[in-house]
Nanobody, 116 residues
Framework: QVQLVESGGGLVQPGGSLRLSCAAS????????MSWHRQAPGKERELVAG????????TYEDSVKGRFTISRDNAKNTVYLQMNSLKPGDTAVYYC?????????WGQGTQVTVSS
């Protein structure tokens, strides 16, 4: 049974930091590219950051470059998103996703709210 379980979301002030975690099970984690996406109210889900299967390459949405860092620990089947210098515009539900060939899995999401 495939599971992706996000954690680490919450309420943070502008300029603050959060680290999201996504614990995976039920599939060969190291073989899958992993990514973080977000969806704000009334907006489409967008890719925030992605990591290749062994973490050799990463990609970021332009607005988070230099502030967010994606990393993965294949020994722990976990992917992380370190978010620094958070802005109100980062407020959204954050989802992790795993993809390999035609297979894509999603987590249930974790809410991140940036507000003073």
């Amino acid at each position: 049974q495939v599971q992706l379980v996000e954690s680490g979301g919450g309420l943070v002030q502008p300029g603050g930091s959060l680290r999201l975690s996504c614990a995976a099970s039920g599939f060969p984690f190291s073989s899958y590219a992993m990514s973080w996406h977000r969806q704000a109210p009334g907006k489409e889900r967008e890719l925030v950051a992605g990591s290749s299967s062994y973490g050799y390459s990463t990609t970021y949405e332009d607005s988070v470059k230099g502030r967010f860092t994606i990393s993965r620990d294949n020994a722990k089947n976990t992917v992380y998103l370190q978010m620094n210098s958070l802005k109100p515009g980062d407020t959204a539900v954050y989802y992790c996703s795993a993809v390999f060939s035609v297979y894509r899995y999603w987590g249930q999401g974790t809410q991140v709210t940036v507000s003073s």
